[in-house]
């Protein structure tokens, strides 16, 4: 008996902090970064969705927009290219099959953690990137923007 | 002294490297195929039994010279390329430079596809379609008729210039292009309309395609071109050589029989009924009128209906058909194909097919008969 209140306080102080520590398991939201060049704060879902169709290619300032995504969530990934993109993960990959191949773009970089697409934005002028964590804020070098008003997904 | 020449130099090296990796990129394809013939009509030498097709290697360079400068190439070897032995074929399928002046408003100077239809900018791309080969009637007339009748509804590239960008109307997406290429010198005489010619006919190409809704794409193509027809003929001259002795020297010569204006039209739509089903359509019809010889109008269709059965599996069914002259009646040739395109792993693609024609009694290749083959193919793009 006195095992089993053991057990029951443990769980209880368990649960407890898991209630209080939120961001340890918090679920990871997706965002759009721009590299620190990239002169603006918000774009409209249909803005970023020729952005990432490769229909706008330019940025007001006149320099080209690279893009890149992280698909280190999938879920995250899928919501994104569903909900925001307006395809799916399997129909914006043969979208831009076709427009590489046939020579009309040069195809976003994929990254398989969202660490590699973070640098690529800080590195790199222009870039607009989804990428999927919830610490990305006062990151140097690149800066969230908001879509439609909303900062995450 | 040297011992800041070397770090100078790394410094500078690496900085340069730095900016060449950044501006260029590569991406390319490959594909593989082979091909049995079932049964029915083997009188003509397209036929494969049980052979393999090592049908192709691309690479697609793509370098973003500025901001609004890209130079874009795809180098393509064919057919497993053997120079040693004069096999198979090595070229580039474009290479042109663009200037983005606005996003509506591109200029391009180079060789490029001709912008027809849905499947001629990517007709060698397999990892981007889903079927196996594209549709007869889109522009391989060749499989469909012979004679004057095979004449393309327009060539698969061009040298030239071309505007092109993408802009709304009414809320409504859209992207055009409209090209300006060397006119086609192709038939009859062994000439380059890649090269600066004689030829003074300019052919003009243009496609505007709209999407009425996200899932929804309709479009529309135009080619024109006024080429001259040679005819081949041998010449035999006298010539004095160095012994004072005459001699008849043979050689060909071509000798430009008249006017041959081509002018072809279609229309295309994709359709995402969801995200597993999808509809494509493709229609195209032309004119063909060879001075002294003949004139005549020829069309084709194909409709692709295919289906996402699990998240890798697509089944698909290919039906087309093609009329390759309409001044002669029953002529024509069907095309069917059911098949599956499976991605087994990314960018990797198997695809199958039962590949069928039939053709009517009239048709000047297969008069009448019909054949079956199965066909396989492994398409990867990178």
Known sequence: MKNLNQIIKSLFIVSSLLFATPSLFAEQ???????????????????????????????????????GLSTNNSEKTSHFFNDVIGKNQRRFKKYWLKIVF???????KLFKNDKNAINYTKKQEGVIAFVTTDSIKNVQGLKVISIDGKEYF | MRKFILPALMLITSTLSANWTDKVTLNGYFNFEFEEHLSG?????????????????????????????RLAADFTWEHGSQSEVDKGNVGYEYAFAEYTLSDSLRFRAGKMFIPFGIYNEIHTAKPSTIIVKEPNPTNKM???????????????????????GNSEIYNIPFDYIVQITNGDISYGVDKNQYDKDDNNQKAIAARIRMDLTDNLQIGASFYHDKALNYESVYETKIKTNSDANDVNITSKAYVPVGDMVIDSQGIQMIWH???????????????????????????????LPSYFVSENINLYFLYSKADP???????????????VNIEIDHNMFL????????????????????????????AIGF
Request: proline share 2%; hydrophobic share 35%.
């Open chain 1, 29 to 67: 939201k997706g965002v759009i970064v721009v590299s620190e060049d990239v002169n603006i704060d918000n774009l409209s879902k249909k803005e970023l969705e020729r952005i990432f169709l490769g229909k706008t290619t330019i940025w007001e300032n006149g320099k080209r927009i690279q893009i």
């Open chain 1, 102 to 108: 046939a020579g009309y773009g040069i195809a976003p």
């Open chain 2, 41 to 69: 009509f083997s009188d003509w030498p397209t036929h494969e039994y049980s052979s393999f097709d090592s049908d192709m290697v691309d690479l697609v360079l793509n370098v973003q010279a500025t901001d609004r400068l």
């Open chain 2, 142 to 164: 060749y499989y469909i008729s012979s004679g004057l009748e095979s004449t393309l509804l327009y060539p698969r590239w061009g040298t030239g210039i071309a505007l092109l």
């Open chain 2, 273 to 303: 009924i969801n995200d597993d089903i999808r509809l494509e359509m493709e229609y195209m019809t032309g004119t063909l009128d060879v001075e002294g010889s003949s004139s005549f109008r020829r069309s084709g269709f194909s409709i």
């Open chain 2, 325 to 339: 002259n309409h001044s002669t009646s029953n002529n024509s040739v069907v095309n069917y194909a059911p098949g």
């Open chain 2, 351 to 378: 695809k199958a097919d039962l590949y069928n024609v039939e053709s009517n009694d009239n048709n000047l290749i297969f008069k009448g008969d019909s054949y079956r083959e199965f066909r396989v193919a492994l």
